[in-house]
């Protein structure tokens, strides 16, 4: 009898890790998730977990508690009383293989210990993804982010971190009153970081002479000028201060050309001008370090995800390419104009590769792929795929580039799986703060990290 009852209560015990919260837990998940993510806090997260049963979240939060102070032989409890609850579900495995490998190599990067964990977890059959507890808290995460950021939102206005905070806010959209502001604090004499973010939110001169800048946005002729005026000189203040940097120059180069079929002879000199700079842009490491410091004069030392977006924010302020103007340009030119127009776009190609981000890989080899296309078109560019099909059909503008292709295969399984931005939203501080250094000082290496395959030579020489 005694026996059946110690039964029971084990089944019991079972079926309440395994069932799912109540709302009062979830809430306090939720809150606790945040203290861990955004602040580092154990002892609050500890204190609002207390009441809360040991489900399968809580224990997931206690263990990344414990990971955190460096409790790691706690942290490995958690996280194998996760695997004995839920043995199918990876998150476990994960977790308890990054504390193995915390305890095994204490001086290893948190970064290739998780992804080692990661890897190892992977290759079993019923492998299928990290769970996604960002998403699931996301609610309390973002109260949280807007209760902690609200004081500072309004602490700075009236000063150019107005911006900035407003940026971090999500009320920065497009609309007339978003221009307004980053005209207002894009003069000049504004920190660098500041007009950086100003420029990307003003929206480009091409959409502001759009129908759908009147009337969607409902721009007025006056707020359009003003802004127009404002993005050329922020342009040109900031190719004076970043000589060696192409995006700018281009940027403006064509805001120039935007309504022309073909370039002209000044048009491919400027062109050819900035293709002999040095970088294409600021790396997104060095943004994240600019707005990190202007955060931390905030007194918010902690904002690592709002600090990636204003980076990111940046990095990706939209750039016209001007490769379809090049391929009408190339049509019918003679060989060395057009050989000359293909090294151009080759070289600012290379560049953007170069800055190991993403964005610029793809952009980058995109532009790689229409030099190659204009270079094999002996003849006249618009009937060189009929005249030379084979040796075309692989650097067409429709086609992918041989190295991108082979990029992708070994990026593949890691970029399509949840690891990467597990590293960014597992609430430990250390994993976030690292994950968040390394993937903006080189993307492609990072994503590496967690890919089966190592860099193929084939893009190697273009990541130098």
């Keep these: 009898m005694r026996l059946r009852f110690f039964i029971a209560l084990l089944a019991i015990a079972v079926l309440a890790g395994g069932c799912a919260a109540t709302r009062a837990e979830r809430q306090a998940l939720g809150s606790a998730y945040s203290d861990l993510l955004m602040e580092g806090d154990t002892a609050r997260a500890r204190e609002r977990l207390e009441p809360v049963r040991d489900i399968y979240d809580k ?28 043995p199918k579900i990876p998150d476990g495995r994960v977790l308890l293989g990054l504390v193995n490998r915390r305890i095994a190599h204490p001086d290893e990067s948190w970064v290739v210990a998780f992804a080692t964990a990661w890897k190892e977890a992977s290759d079993s059959e019923d492998f299928d993804g990290l769970s996604d507890f960002y998403e699931k808290y996301s609610s309390a995460i973002e109260s949280a982010r807007t209760e902690k950021y609200q004081a500072a939102y309004e602490a700075s206005k009236g000063t150019p971190d107005e911006l900035l905070m407003a940026h971090a806010m999500g009320l920065m959209n497009g609309s007339a009153e978003s221009i307004e502001l980053a005209l207002k604090y894009s003069k000049p004499d504004a920190p660098l970081e500041i007009r950086l973010l100003a420029l990307s939110e003003i929206p480009p001169l091409t959409y502001l002479d759009s129908e759908v800048g009147y009337e969607y946005i409902k721009l007025s002729p006056e707020l359009i000028k003003k802004a127009k005026t404002r993005t050329s000189e922020l342009r040109r203040q900031l190719s004076a201060e970043f000589p060696d940097l192409m995006i700018y120059d281009l940027a403006s180069l064509m805001e120039d050309i935007h309504d022309k079929e073909i370039l002209e002879v000044a048009d491919i000199v400027r062109l050819e001008e900035i293709s002999k700079k040095d970088k294409f842009s600021l790396t997104l490491n060095e943004l994240y370090n600019l707005f990190n410091a202007r955060f931390s004069g905030l007194g918010l030392s902690n904002a690592h995800f709002e600090v990636l977006d204003a980076a990111l924010t940046v990095t990706t302020t939209y750039v016209m390419s001007p490769r379809g103007i090049v391929i009408d340009t190339a049509a019918g030119a003679p060989e060395d104009k057009r050989l000359r127009l293909a090294d151009i776009l080759d070289n600012i190609g290379k560049a953007q590769v170069r800055q190991g981000e993403t964005i610029f890989l793809f952009t980058g080899f995109a532009y790689i792929s229409v030099a190659n296309y ?91």
């Design 59 to 86: 224990l997931f939060l206690m263990a990344c508690a414990e990971l955190t102070d460096g409790n790691l032989d706690k942290a490995k409890s958690y996280a194998e009383r996760m695997v004995e609850m839920k």
């Design 374 to 464: 204009v270079r094999a078109c002996r003849g006249n560019v618009e009937t060189c795929a009929e005249e030379e099909p084979e040796k075309v059909e692989a650097l067409s503008q429709d086609k992918e580039h041989d190295a991108l292709r082979l990029l992708r295969s070994p990026v593949a399984k890691a970029v399509k799986s949840t690891a990467p931005m597990a590293t960014f939203s597992w609430p430990i501080r250390a994993l976030n703060g690292e994950a968040i250094q390394r993937s903006t000082k080189n993307e492609v290496e990072y994503f590496l990290l967690f890919a089966d395959k190592p860099m193929p030579q084939e893009i190697e020489q273009y990541l130098k």
